[in-house]
């Protein structure tokens, strides 16, 4: 694919059926009970997703200098599946953007629970020289103000340990529902785990009997086209397979995107998306427990020219990119105004939004960027995604599915 990707519409008319792909969040999770579980536990239908594709390796090479890629997942459970394996050793490293990323919290955890991991460079942050050990267990304190994936990536190897893991999170708690998704798919597999409002206790078992957990159809995924629908005129788009009730923490978006004019309708066969009358007021939006949606629900205000806020983005800045700062800068192209307080909200302007204006959208090596800013083709004059590949982190067949609702590919010129 070209470095540049000129997207076009010649109708906001929205329909046809995308083939959303499997939970990557589910996928990843599933690896890991299949890891520490021997195979007794397996997952039916994993996301072809880079992320899910470079883990599933990674457990099966185990080499000693192991590249996790750009996937916060795949390094973050890898670090603790590798910690937790007596005789392995090695080194494990990630992209540029991942080694800025912090790791301190976990690797603080797994020391407390035995492991024996060293930090190569910079003190809180990968590379790491891991040393593989039957780990003990016990009572830890876990800071959980900065990503859900340390206190997940500590369940899923827990029943492996040879005491009981009980953890107590620390601070804000990011991403809630990842929590309860990890906790729920590990008691559907078998594995003991008590969940109470201040702590996690798992305990050492391992399922014996096999048992298969289908992946979800991916809720997150989903919300791109939500915004498609959103900034159409009239739609009828169909998402085969996905269901209302799930797992995933990002299904919230059906509620929330009601506000911007779309409802989701569970037929037999998936959700149907239509057109509903959208609310102009009041929107606020707290991204606490659902961050990963904040880019698709500040473009989509964006596009329609409306104002919001948004709290609960504490963890934005760690992650592929700052993603506070990369939308402003890219809606501020378009006319949008943009501004982030001391407090921690984010207010967005779009009243004096220009559709004439040509956007060039780079993604900043962040898969989301890419993936939430494609609907504004329905409203702009011009639309260019910057380094459309950087889709293939989660959504492999993302221009693909464009395509199928009536949006084309032009060879761009500028």
């Known amino acids: 694919m070209h470095d540049v990707l000129e997207l076009v519409s010649s109708t906001r008319r929205i329909n046809g059926s995308v083939q959303l792909p499997a939970s990557k969040s589910i996928s990843n999770r599933l690896l890991i009970l299949e890891e520490i579980s021997s195979g007794i536990v397996n997952g039916i239908g994993y996301s072809d997703a880079e992320d899910t594709q470079i ?181 009828s788009l169909q998402l085969p397979g996905l269901t209302i009730q799930s797992l995933q923490g990002d299904s919230v978006c059906q509620e929330q995107f009601k506000k911007l004019g779309v409802l989701g309708v569970e037929t037999a066969e998936g959700i149907v998306l239509q057109k509903i009358p959208l609310v102009k007021t009041d929107l606020d939006f707290n991204c606490l427990t659902t961050p990963d949606l904040f880019q698709t629900f500040a473009v989509t205000v964006a596009g329609l020219g409306l104002k919001a806020s948004f709290t609960g983005l504490q963890s934005l800045p760690h992650k592929e990119t700052n993603r506070i700062e990369a939308v402003s800068k890219e809606l501020s192209k378009i006319g949008v105004k943009c501004t982030f307080d001391s407090n921690g909200t984010f207010k967005l302007d779009a009243s004096h939004m220009d559709p004439s204006r040509v956007l060039i959208t780079e993604t900043y090596e962040d898969h989301r960027m890419a993936m939430a800013f494609s609907p504004l083709v329905l409203v702009l004059k011009k639309l260019a995604i910057r380094n459309p590949d950087v889709v293939r982190k989660s959504y492999p067949g993302f221009w693909t599915d464009i395509r199928r609702i009536g949006i084309s590919f032009a060879e761009w010129n500028g």
């Open 55 to 235: 883990l599933q390796q990674l457990l099966h090479d185990k080499s000693n200098l192991a590249h996790a890629g750009a996937g916060g997942t795949t390094f973050r459970f890898l670090l603790a599946v590798l910690a937790s394996t007596p005789g392995y050793e090695g080194v494990l490293e990630g992209s540029k953007r991942l080694m800025e990323r912090p790791v301190a919290p976990l690797v603080d955890a797994l020391l407390l629970a035995g492991a024996d991991i060293e930090y190569v460079d910079k003190p809180g942050y990968a590379p790491l020289r891991i040393r593989g050990k039957q780990l003990h267990g016990g009572k830890i304190n876990v800071d959980a103000s900065l990503s859900s994936q340390f206190i997940t990536a500590l369940l899923l190897i827990a029943p492996r340990m040879s005491a009981a893991l009980e953890l107590i999170p620390q601070g804000d708690l990011i991403s809630a529902p990842y929590i309860h998704m990890t906790v729920s798919l590990m008691k559907q597999c078998g594995f003991q785990v008590l969940q109470t409002d201040s702590s996690i206790l798992v305990q050492p078992f391992i399922p014996i009997h096999k048992i298969q957990i289908p992946v979800e159809r991916d809720w997150s995924a989903a919300s791109y086209w939500y915004a498609c629908v959103a900034l159409s005129e009239k739609a």
